[in-house]
């Protein structure tokens, strides 16, 4: 039996891969690896180890993020 997670509508709640989230800090403006830590208060390290896919982005972390990016598109 699928879990709900799998199902499409619920893509949002997945983990974000290094290119998605390198991505998402360009459409938000963070230039940086510590602009984009300071604004969501996690470390850089933390921040550098999600784009090198040494470790996955935390669910939360992805969802906001991927929150940010889609209020942003809305606003224009």
Do not use: F, N
Not at 21 to 38: N, P
Not at 45 to 52: D, G, K
């Amino acid at each position: 039996m699928p879990s709900d997670v799998d199902s499409p509508r619920d893509a949002r709640l997945a983990s974000m891969s290094p290119d998605e989230l390198k991505s998402a800090m360009r459409s938000l403006g963070y230039r940086t690896q510590s602009e984009l830590a300071a604004a969501i208060g996690v470390s850089r390290s933390a921040v550098s180890l999600w784009l090198e896919g040494k470790v996955g982005v935390p669910r939360p972390v992805a969802m906001l993020l991927r929150m940010l990016v889609a209020a942003q598109r809305r606003s224009y």
